[in-house]
């Protein structure tokens, strides 16, 4: 059963990404239970796309206003690590803050938990405090 299991979590994961990769709404946001407990901490009045969600709605949301503020320069997993109905994704990526044209790089680990085939839980940390430095507006030189 277990073995079964991270087979089916790992499958997730890796369409998880894919379709991340590509930018495919639709897929993405299928792959979310209609009731989820997502929570991506950081300051939402800066970064909208931030903090607790509990529907796949607010998923596809999040998205939305992601790919919105953000041009994405590069991105790399490292690892994906898979037992049972959990998984831990880590590696590091760099955007472009459409707010600030600054660029953010962090290294992040994000945290899955599948249920029947669709994902229920997801926790993405990642460097908050230098994603509020990137978002803020450059001071101009006089």
Known sequence: MLQTQ????REVINN???ALSIKELE???QLFAEVVD??????????PWLGKRTKRSEVKEFFTLLWQSIEPISAQIDHIL?????AIATGHFSSKMNRSGQVFSSMFSAHFTVNDSLIVRYR??????GLVEAMMLPTPVY
């Open 6 to 9: 991270t087979i089916q979590t």
């Open 16 to 18: 998880f990404y894919k």
């Open 27 to 29: 897929t993405l946001t």
């Open 38 to 47: 997502w929570d991506i901490p950081g300051n939402e009045e800066l970064a």
């Open 82 to 86: 898979v037992e049972g109905d959990f």
């Open 124 to 129: 993405l940390q990642e460097d908050s405090q």
